[in-house]
C-alpha cells in the first residue's frame, strides 16, 4: 500500500519556474519507480517524466525537455519536479504515480497514483 501526495502547483506567469513535489508513504514505498503526469481539461492525460527507484535514470516527454527536471531524494521518498521556462500550455493538473516494475516510461503500468496539484500558466 502507497500513498502519494502532490504538493507545489500554483499561479505562475509564463516563462516562470514552479518546482512541484510527491511525498509518498507507506509500505515498499522505497521500491517504486515513478513518474509524473498531467491532465489539461478537455485532454488525455499525457505523460510528463519518469524516473527510476534509484533516481539513476529517467526519461522525459518531448514537450517539456530542455524545461524540466525529474529527480528524487536520495531516501526515495520524494519526487521532485522542477518546471522552467513554463508555458500556458504546460497549464493541467500534475499527478504523481508510482509503480511495481523498474519501468517508468509512458507505457508502465502505475499502481497508485495522488489527487493530483493545479498547475496555471498566464500568459
Known amino acids: 500500500q502507497v500513498q502519494l501526495v502532490e504538493s507545489g502547483g500554483g499561479l505562475v506567469q509564463a516563462g516562470g519556474s514552479l518546482r512541484l513535489s510527491c511525498t509518498t508513504s507507506?509500505?515498499?514505498?522505497?521500491?517504486?519507480?515513478m513518474a509524473w503526469f498531467r491532465q489539461a481539461p478537455g485532454k488525455e492525460r499525457e505523460f510528463v517524466a519518469g524516473?527510476?527507484?534509484?533516481?539513476?535514470?529517467?526519461s522525459s516527454a518531448d514537450s517539456v525537455k530542455g524545461r524540466f527536471t525529474i529527480s528524487r531524494d536520495s531516501n526515495k521518498s520524494t519526487m521532485y519536479l522542477q518546471m522552467n521556462s513554463l508555458k500556458p500550455e504546460d497549464t493541467a493538473l500534475y499527478y504523481c504515480?508510482?509503480?511495481?516494475?523498474?519501468?517508468?516510461?509512458?507505457?508502465?503500468?502505475?499502481?497508485?497514483w495522488g489527487q493530483g496539484t493545479q498547475v496555471t500558466v498566464s500568459s
Open positions: 504515480a508510482a509503480s511495481m516494475r523498474n519501468s517508468f516510461g509512458p507505457l508502465t503500468i502505475y499502481d497508485y
Open positions: 524516473i527510476s527507484w534509484s533516481g539513476g535514470s529517467s
Open positions: 507507506g509500505r515498499t514505498f522505497r521500491t517504486y519507480a
